[in-house]
């Protein structure tokens, strides 16, 4: 894959964003004897949601793919949106977000979105619906395509 | 046989043979007696009866150089022969023939001589031309001396010498008024004299032999009563002799006569007017002495045209027209242009083949415009025999006219009544309907090719059209038109005259485009070519049927691509079933025609503005229309568009989902690959974008997600906004 600048511009402002996450979850914890509600360090060991930024990573077997139909499962997805220079119509219903990504599709990330925990990755599922090459026909089947969702 | 017997047989055989030689020299001697030949200025006189209709031929008489009279006995072919009365009259001839000299019928009445005509020979010189006009002309000043003459036996004068000096003055009615009215003012008697009664020196039985009343002694007649005036009449001064008698007669007389008087020798123009005669009479007399011959109807009858005073004088008494000095009816245009009365300026001689529309002016007190006032219409060639057209209006002398009309004749010179009324209904009246031709109606020689129509009626006349030809008329009646090997193209009505009797013509009907042709009527029949033998005038039309007219019910709206159209073409005209058709350009794609019933129908499958030739097809005949087709792309909301494809809702009709496929993938539902199609062909997505080059960035901003406006669930994430 060609990165452009765009893309190490939008890389390193996920990086800000975690670091500054992990410093709000760190003051909650600190400020956690103030809670009455704060559960006691004898219960069981809770891991602390760290929300975040996942990414819908294709793998295409064609180099001329031009529209992308795809749906991601998944709770809590916000704020989805696709790599510079893609075209992007989303609707959610549920936890499904069904996006219909125009432009260049090549084998990377095709999307990224928000989720409450990105712990939680492993729960977020993506299937390709439909594939269109440059003349607009839609591809027979999709078996060879593969999408996955990705911290 | 003995030597006597021998002897005696040769006497008698001598004796025989003297007979036979003696009879044949007495035979060549008699056949020898018989023959004659006379010369000098041949002249005729006209018989005409009190009574009947049907008089004795003219008497032709033959003056010799010494005044002597032998009367010539003559049969129609031999007259026609020598070419007829005009080639004769009053000329130097030398005539050949078998004397057949009558003995006088009693002490008191002189032998005729007479002779019977085997041949003419002409020895004065006569025209060439073939033009009658002027052929004998009757200008200027021509006085007549009346002579009055009564029998040595009979006192009793039917009219005073002053009665008859009326008769022949200048007034109106009268006949030197006739003359100069009816000659156009170009001939008169004014200068005419009166003189007598003088008394003839021998009795009426004298003159008419048994006192028949009939063949009277013309010559006789003249000598005596010129003799009679002589003292009081210098005959070098006058043209004419009217010579009035006291006596009763079958016929009054008229013709010329050679007369040596007052040291001159020289033709006059004689009348012998019997006791009964009027002022018409003097008119059809004084006719004769210009040469005039009679006219008359078809119907072998002399005076039975009212058209003519040379064919009918008897107007004044038989119709009790008033007053008593009226003279009749005017007299026909040939013996006018005879005369040189109609100049030929004023004569239409038509040539072969031509059409020509004139006005035909009144022969009688014509205007002094430029209207014809004869046509003289050749049969054949231009020597004759003719038809001569002229236009009767009451006035002046043809106040009592039988009608106002154009009148024709036939005119042959070599006959002995020149001029015959061309009457076409037959029935024997040639003074009615059938003789006078009027506004409408035409008169047809299709035998000679001469027609004549008259086609209106002006104050003074008629406007008539002739035609020397046989005329092809034709008329393309609709939208077509005739061609022809001599016609070229007709549309509308046209004609042509061809020349040749019996010529071959070939006509083609030719429709407009679109438009049938039907088929002939008239001369022609049938549906293809069609060739005529010209033997008469023809008329034909070509029937032609307009095209077919193609109606839309909505053919110039727009139709919507994806959206089914239909439309139904109806076409008027003709009948039977409509065969339907694009002649020129496409249909959009998705249209199609249906060539039965004519609908146009489908879903557009493209946008664009489409030019389509339509044609309709009912029996043989064809319409075309062009039509404007415009195809538009339904405007779509991208949002609907967006919701179609990604499920979340289904705002987008069947016609718009069909639409979306069209413009992308057609596979029959709307997918991905439609909506980037619409997205390229809105603009949205620029078609850049679809070619492989990586290293472009698109400037426009990922659109944000949307919240599912479909979910009941609350929206825990809401669109959010770059």
């Given at each position: 894959?060609?990165?452009?600048?765009s893309?190490r511009s939008m890389?390193?402002?996920?990086?800000?964003r975690?670091?500054?996450?992990?410093?709000?979850?760190?003051?909650?914890?600190?400020?956690?004897?103030?809670s009455?509600t704060?559960?006691?360090?004898?219960?069981?060991t809770?891991?602390p949601?760290?929300?975040?930024v996942l990414t819908?990573?294709?793998?295409?077997p064609?180099?001329?793919?031009?529209?992308?139909?795809?749906?991601?499962?998944?709770s809590?997805i916000?704020?989805?949106?696709?790599?510079s220079?893609?075209?992007?119509?989303?609707?959610?219903?549920?936890?499904?977000?069904?996006a219909?990504?125009?432009?260049?599709?090549?084998?990377?990330?095709?999307?990224h979105?928000?989720v409450?925990?990105?712990?939680?990755?492993?729960?977020?599922?993506a299937h390709?619906v439909?594939?269109?090459?440059?003349?607009?026909v839609?591809?027979?089947?999709?078996?060879?395509?593969?999408?996955?969702?990705?911290? | 046989m003995?030597?006597?017997?021998?002897?005696?047989?040769r006497?008698?055989?001598?004796?025989?043979?003297?007979?036979?030689?003696?009879?044949c020299?007495?035979?060549?001697?008699?056949?020898?007696?018989?023959q004659?030949?006379?010369?000098?200025?041949?002249?005729?006189?006209?018989?005409?009866?009190?009574?009947?209709?049907?008089?004795?031929?003219?008497?032709?008489?033959?003056?010799d150089?010494a005044?002597?009279?032998?009367?010539?006995?003559?049969?129609?072919a031999?007259l026609?022969?020598a070419?007829g009365?005009?080639?004769?009259?009053?000329?130097?001839?030398?005539?050949?023939g078998?004397v057949?000299?009558?003995?006088?019928t009693?002490?008191?009445?002189?032998?005729i001589?007479?002779?019977?005509?085997?041949?003419?020979?002409?020895?004065?010189?006569?025209?060439?031309?073939t033009s009658v006009?002027?052929?004998?002309?009757q200008?200027?000043?021509?006085p007549y001396v009346?002579?009055?003459?009564?029998?040595?036996?009979?006192?009793?004068?039917?009219?005073?010498?002053s009665?008859?000096?009326?008769w022949?003055?200048?007034?109106f009615?009268?006949?030197g008024s006739?003359?100069?009215?009816i000659s156009?003012?170009?001939?008169?008697?004014?200068?005419?004299?009166v003189v007598g009664?003088?008394?003839?020196?021998?009795?009426?039985?004298?003159y008419?032999?048994?006192g028949?009343?009939?063949?009277?002694?013309?010559?006789?007649?003249?000598?005596d009563?010129?003799?009679?005036?002589?003292?009081?009449?210098?005959?070098?001064?006058?043209?004419?002799?009217?010579?009035?008698f006291?006596?009763?007669?079958?016929?009054?007389?008229?013709g010329?006569?050679?007369?040596a008087?007052?040291?001159?020798?020289?033709?006059?123009?004689?009348?012998?007017?019997?006791?009964?005669?009027?002022?018409?009479?003097?008119?059809h007399?004084?006719?004769?002495?210009?040469?005039?011959?009679?006219?008359?109807?078809?119907?072998?009858?002399?005076?039975?045209?009212?058209?003519d005073?040379m064919?009918y004088?008897?107007?004044?008494?038989?119709?009790?027209?008033?007053?008593?000095?009226?003279?009749?009816?005017?007299?026909?245009?040939?013996?006018k242009?005879?005369?040189?009365?109609?100049?030929?300026?004023?004569?239409?001689?038509?040539p072969m083949?031509s059409s020509?529309?004139?006005?035909?002016e009144?022969s009688e007190?014509?205007t002094?415009?430029s209207?014809?006032?004869?046509?003289q219409?050749?049969?054949?060639?231009?020597?004759?025999?003719?038809?001569?057209?002229?236009?009767?209006?009451?006035?002046?002398?043809?106040?009592h006219?039988?009608g106002e009309?154009?009148?024709?004749?036939?005119?042959d010179?070599?006959?002995?009544?020149?001029?015959?009324?061309?009457?076409?209904?037959?029935?024997?009246?040639?003074n009615d309907?059938g003789?006078?031709?009027?506004p409408?109606?035409?008169?047809?020689?299709s035998?000679?090719?001469?027609?004549?129509?008259?086609?209106?009626?002006?104050?003074?006349?008629?406007?008539v059209?002739?035609?020397r030809?046989?005329?092809?008329?034709?008329?393309?009646?609709g939208?077509?038109?005739?061609?022809?090997?001599?016609?070229?193209?007709?549309?509308?009505?046209?004609s042509?005259?061809?020349?040749?009797?019996g010529?071959r013509?070939?006509?083609?009907?030719?429709p407009?485009?679109g438009?049938?042709?039907?088929?002939?009527?008239g001369?022609?029949?049938?549906?293809?070519?069609?060739?005529?033998?010209?033997?008469?005038?023809?008329?034909?039309?070509?029937h032609?049927?307009?095209?077919?007219?193609?109606?839309?019910?909505s053919?110039?709206?727009?139709?919507?691509?994806?959206?089914?159209?239909?439309?139904?073409?109806?076409?008027?005209?003709g009948?039977?079933?409509?065969?339907w058709?694009?002649?020129?350009?496409?249909?959009?794609?998705?249209?199609?025609l249906?060539?039965?019933t004519?609908i146009?129908?489908?879903?557009?499958?493209?946008a664009?503005?489409?030019t389509?030739?339509?044609t309709?097809?009912?029996?043989?005949?064809?319409?075309?229309?062009?039509?404007?087709?415009?195809?538009?792309?339904?405007?779509?909301?991208?949002?609907?568009?967006?919701?179609?494809?990604?499920?979340?809702?289904?705002?987008?009709?069947t016609?718009?989902?069909?639409?979306?496929?069209l413009?992308?993938?057609?596979?029959?539902?709307?997918?991905?690959?439609?909506?980037?199609?619409?997205?390229i062909?809105?603009?949205?997505?620029?078609?850049?974008?679809?070619?492989?080059?990586?290293?472009?960035?698109?400037?426009?901003?990922?659109?944000?997600?949307?919240?599912?406006?479909?979910?009941?669930?609350?929206?825990?994430?809401?669109e959010?906004?770059?």
């Amino acid at each position: 894959m060609i990165l452009d600048t765009s893309d190490r511009s939008m890389r390193m402002h996920i990086g800000i964003r975690s670091v500054m996450v992990a410093t709000c979850a760190a003051l909650l914890v600190a400020c956690g004897h103030d809670s009455p509600t704060q559960p006691s360090s004898h219960d069981k060991t809770v891991r602390p949601s760290v929300p975040g930024v996942l990414t819908v990573q294709l793998t295409t077997p064609h180099s001329d793919d031009a529209a992308l139909l795809v749906t991601v499962n998944g709770s809590g997805i916000s704020d989805v949106q696709a790599p510079s220079g893609m075209l992007l119509h989303v609707r959610q219903r549920g936890d499904t977000v069904t996006a219909a990504l125009f432009g260049r599709i090549a084998s990377g990330e095709v999307l990224h979105f928000s989720v409450p925990d990105v712990n939680d990755a492993a729960h977020y599922t993506a299937h390709v619906v439909q594939v269109a090459d440059s003349t607009n026909v839609v591809r027979g089947d999709v078996e060879g395509y593969v999408v996955t969702v990705e911290r | 046989m003995s030597g006597r017997s021998l002897a005696c047989a040769r006497c008698v055989g001598k004796a025989l043979l003297v007979v036979t030689a003696a009879l044949c020299a007495f035979a060549a001697r008699a056949a020898h007696a018989q023959q004659r030949v006379t010369s000098g200025w041949l002249h005729a006189i006209w018989v005409d009866p009190h009574t009947g209709r049907t008089p004795p031929a003219p008497v032709y008489v033959v003056i010799d150089d010494a005044g002597r009279w032998t009367r010539l006995s003559l049969d129609d072919a031999t007259l026609r022969a020598a070419g007829g009365l005009s080639a004769l009259d009053r000329r130097r001839v030398s005539v050949s023939g078998s004397v057949i000299t009558s003995a006088p019928t009693s002490s008191t009445t002189p032998a005729i001589s007479a002779m019977r005509v085997s041949s003419f020979d002409v020895t004065s010189s006569t025209s060439a031309s073939t033009s009658v006009v002027a052929s004998n002309p009757q200008m200027g000043s021509k006085p007549y001396v009346a002579i009055l003459c009564r029998y040595s036996d009979s006192v009793a004068v039917p009219y005073s010498a002053s009665v008859y000096a009326q008769w022949l003055g200048t007034s109106f009615p009268g006949v030197g008024s006739y003359w100069r009215e009816i000659s156009d003012g170009l001939m008169g008697i004014e200068g005419s004299k009166v003189v007598g009664w003088y008394t003839l020196p021998h009795p009426y039985s004298y003159y008419f032999a048994n006192g028949s009343q009939q063949d009277p002694n013309f010559d006789a007649l003249l000598n005596d009563c010129a003799d009679a005036a002589d003292a009081d009449v210098d005959f070098t001064q006058f043209s004419g002799v009217i010579l009035q008698f006291n006596g009763n007669a079958s016929a009054a007389y008229g013709g010329s006569a050679t007369l040596a008087r007052d040291g001159q020798t020289k033709t006059y123009g004689v009348t012998w007017m019997p006791n009964w005669s009027t002022p018409a009479t003097f008119a059809h007399e004084m006719g004769h002495t210009l040469g005039w011959t009679h006219s008359r109807g078809p119907y072998n009858q002399i005076y039975d045209s009212h058209w003519d005073v040379m064919s009918y004088p008897y107007g004044s008494y038989e119709t009790n027209i008033s007053p008593s000095t009226w003279v009749g009816e005017q007299t026909i245009a040939l013996n006018k242009a005879i005369a040189g009365w109609i100049p030929a300026s004023r004569i239409l001689i038509p040539p072969m083949p031509s059409s020509q529309s004139v006005m035909l002016e009144r022969s009688e007190d014509p205007t002094s415009g430029s209207g014809y006032l004869m046509l003289q219409i050749p049969m054949s060639g231009d020597g004759g025999p003719w038809y001569t057209a002229e236009a009767r209006r009451f006035v002046g002398y043809d106040a009592h006219l039988p009608g106002e009309a154009v009148v024709l004749h036939t005119v042959d010179m070599t006959r002995p009544e020149r001029a015959w009324v061309v009457d076409v209904d037959g029935n024997g009246d040639p003074n009615d309907a059938g003789a006078m031709w009027t506004p409408g109606e035409t008169f047809n020689d299709s035998l000679n090719g001469i027609t004549m129509t008259v086609d209106s009626e002006t104050p003074t006349g008629f406007g008539v059209t002739v035609i020397r030809g046989w005329r092809l008329e034709m008329q393309a009646m609709g939208p077509g038109a005739i061609t022809g090997s001599t016609s070229g193209s007709c549309t509308g009505r046209c004609s042509t005259v061809l020349g040749t009797r019996g010529q071959r013509v070939t006509l083609s009907a030719t429709p407009n485009a679109g438009a049938a042709f039907t088929g002939w009527s008239g001369a022609c029949s049938g549906t293809g070519a069609c060739t005529l033998a010209m033997l008469g005038n023809r008329s034909v039309t070509a029937h032609f049927s307009a095209a077919l007219t193609i109606a839309s019910d909505s053919m110039h709206g727009n139709a919507v691509m994806g959206a089914p159209f239909a439309d139904t073409l109806t076409a008027t005209g003709g009948a039977g079933r409509t065969a339907w058709s694009v002649a020129k350009g496409a249909l959009p794609a998705g249209l199609s025609l249906d060539s039965a019933t004519g609908i146009v129908r489908g879903i557009p499958e493209a946008a664009g503005s489409y030019t389509v030739t339509i044609t309709a097809t009912r029996d043989s005949l064809t319409g075309s229309q062009t039509i404007q087709l415009t195809v538009v792309k339904p405007v779509l909301a991208a949002a609907n568009v967006m919701d179609q494809l990604l499920g979340a809702a289904t705002p987008l009709s069947t016609n718009d989902v069909r639409f979306l496929d069209l413009l992308g993938n057609r596979n029959g539902h709307l997918d991905v690959g439609d909506v980037r199609a619409w997205l390229i062909d809105t603009g949205t997505l620029e078609s850049s974008h679809v070619a492989s080059d990586s290293a472009r960035v698109l400037d426009r901003a990922p659109t944000t997600p949307r919240a599912d406006r479909t979910t009941n669930e609350p929206r825990h994430n809401p669109e959010q906004r770059p």
